[in-house]
């Protein structure tokens, strides 16, 4: 057996009456709806449930899998602690799951455990199966801040694991819509919210979760949801499989949008091969770009693919604009891989003879010293989207009133910390924003006092 059925389902702690004391009235429709998806999965009776959790261990490149035996947890810190579930691992298919990702040198396994306890993400879930439907065993996935399509590759080696230890499972996608649907919610509002909502329903609906991949990450940032990467796991696990979709319910009326969908797996399909069919069209989009790319930007990809390749620096070509060659600035290099931010290094004054100079040396930086991310493999070179900034002056600003994080990028100091933000960045629509991430970059206290400077660049891509 395989993948046979998954839900999309979310997980508010006040849906618990234990926890709601009487507002979980308020969002009876999905309660209701709940407990057709513990009807549901009891009619598929999975020997394990794999469910993927927002609040499980997360970390920026890596999926952890909760290790061990058994694991229990309680909804303690929402006033009620004698809401408790013990579940046991499937600990085969932990270490089966594990082993492939270690052969395919995918980030993923049981190092880094924080906390064994279940999460609420998982609690609310088990809960209502539980009234349902005992006998299984449970894996608990969390997220990670990977690309979309890296979520999708998880839960296609988690239905690749199921198929070779012929387990019969079920995948819980545990995970809210928007958090802003609501002006009066406790997340506020943003016109993202209900967009999202609406759009990710429809193509659940549909089933159509190729459609997953090609979210653009702003909005999911502006829409504040917390289930995106989980649903696109549970994408991944049904990957290549014909499916029937039932959206069982959608509300918004507590300011988050609680959506629960059920999936149930009628065969093989195989032209529901999602990934394959998004990755050829990521590819034809990067040969488009790539035709296009100036002299800038393809000096910092002949920089990266040759010091990854050869573990060499190159020297600079001939032919280059007079502007590279004769000019000094400071150049930031950006790398991206699959909509994620793969790299980020750059100086904020010129310290090479030459923009040039300084591009390749920021750009073999960007892809092998950003301390947030391990060194670009070989097999990611084909991938990469880069971008570079070549900085104008900095002139000093005495108020955010000066500053526009569309056309300028600001620094931030406080004594010798220093830290710079870019202009034009998703989901950076505030010169109050622009200045919070700037001074967490350097290291400076929310409620210290620093001085600004604006700067505009020349951005090529």
Known sequence: MSVVGACMVPHPPVIVPEVGRGEERRIAETTAAYRKAADFVRELAPETIVLSSPHSVMYADYFHV????????????????????????????????????ERLHFPAGTMGERDPSLDHGTIVPLYFINQAYTDYRLVRVGLSGLSLADHYRFGQMIAETAAALDR????IASGDLSHKMQPDGPYGFDPAGPVYDERILKDAAEGQFGRFLDYDEALLEKAAECGHRSFCIM????????????????????GVGYGVAVFRVTGPDPERHFLKIWEEKEKERRKEERASEDPYVRLARSAVESYVLHHRRISLPDGLPEEMTARRAGVFVSLHEEGQ??????????????IAAEIAENAVSAAMRDPRFSPVRRGELERLEISVDVLGATEPVFSARELDPKRYGVVVTAGERRGLLLPDLDGVDTPERQIAIAKKKAGIGESETVTLERFEVVRHR
Request: proline share 3%.
């Open 66 to 101: 909760s290790p061990g035996r058994r694991a229990s947890g309680d909804l303690g810190r929402f006033r009620a602690g004698g809401v408790r579930i013990d579940a046991s691992y499937d600990e085969a298919f932990t270490a089966l799951l594990e082993e492939k990702a």
């Open 168 to 171: 019969r499972v079920v995948f």
């Open 341 to 354: 931010l793969r790299g980020c290094i750059g100086t904020i004054s010129p310290t090479r003879t030459s």
């Open 235 to 254: 994408a991944g696990a049904l990957d290549g499989c014909a499916v029937e979709c039932r959206v069982l319910s959608h509300t918004g009326v507590l």
